[in-house]
C-alpha cells in the first residue's frame, strides 16, 4: 500500500504546472472545475500549500458575475478539441479578461473542498486564514447559481450542456439528444488520438455538444437567453447535490470563522428550499431513487445512474428512503461479480461497461457515495465501496475509469480513458488515510 501511495502523490506532483493541476497529460491538458476541487483534497494530505495554490488559481478564473467556467486554458496546448477559439468565452461581457476559458460551469465542489481542508489540515488556524481569504468568492458563485440558474425560484439550478454535469456522455442525455436534429459539424477530434474510441463518445454526440455551445454563443452566454432557448436544460440530482453539500459546508465554515450572519441566512434559504425541492420533484417514488428533470420538455428522465445516488453526500434524503436507495444500489449494481458503483444502471440495454459515462467505475463517484454511505450509518456498504476503489486502482493503476465487472480485470487491462489521472490519485490518499 505504501507503493501505491507514493505512486499517487508521484501522479499529483507530475500533472502539477506550477500553479495549478492537469487531470492527466494529453487528454486534458488544461484546468478542470471539478477536477481541481478533488485534487487539492489529494494535495491537502501531504502539501497543503499545492492544495490552496490549486483553489486559488481556480477562483482566480471567476467571472464578475460570481461564474467559474468548467475549462480554464492556461495554455495554448493542441491536444484538445474544443479550446478557447472555439468556447469565445470574450463574448460574455462579464468574463474574466486574465483567462480564456469555456462558458459553462461544472459541479460546484469548491465548497466542501474548502471543508475537506480544513477536516486534513495538521494546522487548522493556517488553513482557516486561508479559508477566510477565499470563502466570500465561492459565495458569489453559490449567489450566480441562485440568481441566474433557477428561473422558476425554486432552490434547484439548471445545468445547460452535458459537459456542466460532469457526466459528460451518460445515457440519460439520449433522451435529449432524441429530442435534437443538429447540424454534422466538421471539425478534428482530438480526444480519440489519445484514448481509444470504443471509450469515448461518438462523432454524433458531438455534433449534439457543439451545437449547444453554438446556440449559447449565438446569445452571448446570457443565462436569460440560454434558459429561453437551449434544447438542453435540466435540473441534475447530482450537480443540485453538490451545490447542496457546498451550502452547508460554507454554513458550517461561516460560523466558524464568526460575523457572518446574513450570509449565513441566506445559504441556509438556499438550503431549506433546495432541499425540499431536490426531495419533491427529484425522487421518483416508483423507482426508488433520484433522477433528473427535463425542464425543456418537463418531464423526469427516468434513468438509475450513479448519479441518483449522490443526494446521500449531502445528507437529503428521510432515514427511510436512505434505506430504500441502498437497497436498489446494492440489487442493481452491487452483485458479487461486479464493482461499486458502475456509473449507469447495469441492468438497462443503455449500459455500457467500457465507455466513459456509460457504465464504469469513476473514482470521484465512489468517494462521494464513500462518504454518502458513511454519513447516513451504512457502515458495511461504505466499507464495500472503499475496498472496491482500492481493488480496482490496484489491480490496474491510476486510471480514469473503471469496467464494473470483475472478470474484466484479470490481466491488469480494465482502466480505460486517461492513464496517471489525478482526481483518481488524489481520492485514493482521501479514501487511505481515513
Ligand atoms: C471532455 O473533453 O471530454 C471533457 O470531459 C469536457 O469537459
Partial sequence: ???????????????????????????????????????AIGFAHFDMPKAEKEIETLLDAQWSNGFIPHI???????????????????????SSEKYKSTGMTQPPVTGFVLQDLYRISKNKKATLSFIESTIDKVYKNHEYF?????????????????????????????????????????????????????????KREYDHYLHIIEIAKQNNYNDQKI??????????????????????????????????????????????????????????????????????????LRHISSSSFTPLFANLPSKERAKKMVDIMMAKFG????????????????????????????????????????????DDVAKRIKEDTIEIIKNNGFYEYFDPRKEAHKDGKAGYGGHNFSWSAALFLDLINQ
Fill in 1 to 39: 500500500m505504501k507503493d501505491l501511495q507514493n505512486n499517487a502523490i508521484t501522479v499529483l506532483n507530475n500533472n502539477w504546472k506550477d500553479k495549478f493541476s492537469i487531470p492527466c497529460a494529453k487528454l486534458y491538458p488544461f484546468q478542470w472545475f471539478w477536477d481541481s476541487g478533488l485534487i
Fill in 72 to 94: 480554464i486554458f492556461h495554455t495554448e496546448s493542441d491536444s484538445y478539441f474544443p479550446g478557447p477559439d472555439f468556447h469565445r468565452s470574450d463574448l460574455h461581457p462579464q
Fill in 146 to 202: 441562485y440568481n441566474q440558474r433557477d428561473p422558476q425560484n425554486e432552490g434547484l439550478v439548471y445545468i445547460y450542456h452535458n459537459w456542466e454535469s460532469g457526466t459528460d456522455n451518460s445515457p440519460i442525455w439520449d433522451d435529449i439528444w432524441d429530442t435534437m436534429n443538429p447540424p454534422e459539424y466538421t471539425f478534428e477530434r482530438r480526444d480519440t488520438t489519445h484514448v481509444d474510441a470504443t471509450q469515448r463518445p461518438s
Fill in 227 to 300: 434558459a429561453q432557448l437551449s434544447p438542453f436544460l435540466i435540473q441534475d440530482p447530482l450537480f443540485n447535490a453538490v451545490l447542496l453539500k457546498s451550502n452547508q459546508s460554507l454554513i458550517d465554515l461561516y460560523g466558524i470563522i464568526g460575523n457572518n450572519e446574513d450570509k449565513i441566512e441566506q445559504l441556509q434559504k438556499w438550503q431549506k428550499k433546495g432541499t425540499e425541492s431536490i426531495n419533491s420533484k427529484l425522487y421518483d417514488s416508483e423507482l426508488g431513487v433520484y433522477v433528473h428533470y427535463d425542464l425543456r420538455n418537463e418531464k423526469l
Fill in 335 to 378: 452483485d458479487s461479480d461486479q464493482y461499486l458503483c458502475a456509473s449507469f444502471d447495469p441492468t438497462s440495454d443503455r449500459f455500457n461497461p467500457k465507455k466513459y459515462w456509460r457504465g464504469p467505475v469513476w473514482v470521484n463517484l465512489n468517494w462521494m457515495l464513500y462518504y454518502g454511505l458513511k454519513q447516513n450509518g451504512f
